[in-house]
Nanobody
Framework: VQLQASGGGLVQPGGSLRLSCAAS????????IGWFRQAPGKEREGVSC????????YYVDSVKGRFTISRDNAKNTVYLQMNSLKPEDTAVYYC?????????????????WGQGTQVTVSS
């Protein structure tokens, strides 16, 4: 089970980025997937989650209305579309799963993590 996050970069406030979480070794559609972020000097924070059964999604309050999580099963990838980005969104973003077939959000554990992708929001 491997996850690979990508799509980060430098963007101005108000801009957009789309992060990708690609899976290998398993069919991502069958698992709940979460996005996390960690800013320098801060604890890791759960940002969003998408369930396996019905693709129901969850968001931390600070990103509601700005971020959207989705799946592309044909590409075995989960996306995090981030709009109206703010400097406080600057962090390393990670995707993760519990690796449990049929898991739904909120996941109780995250055992498999992708490497992080840096998102920097700055003018």
């Amino acid at each position: 089970v491997q996850l690979q996050a990508s799509g980060g970069g430098l963007v101005q406030p108000g801009g957009s980025l789309r992060l990708s979480c690609a899976a290998s070794g398993f069919t991502l559609d069958y698992f709940g997937i979460g996005w996390f972020r960690q800013a320098p000097g801060k604890e890791r924070e759960g940002v969003s989650c998408i369930s396996s059964s019905d693709d129901s999604s969850y968001y931390v309050d600070s990103v509601k209305g700005r971020f959207t999580i989705s799946r592309d099963n044909a590409k075995n990838t989960v996306y995090l579309q981030m709009n109206s980005l703010k400097p406080e969104d600057t962090a390393v973003y990670y995707c993760a799963t519990d690796g449990i077939y049929g898991s739904n959000c909120p996941l109780l554990r995250y055992d498999y993590w992708g490497q992080g992708t840096q998102v920097t929001v700055s003018s």
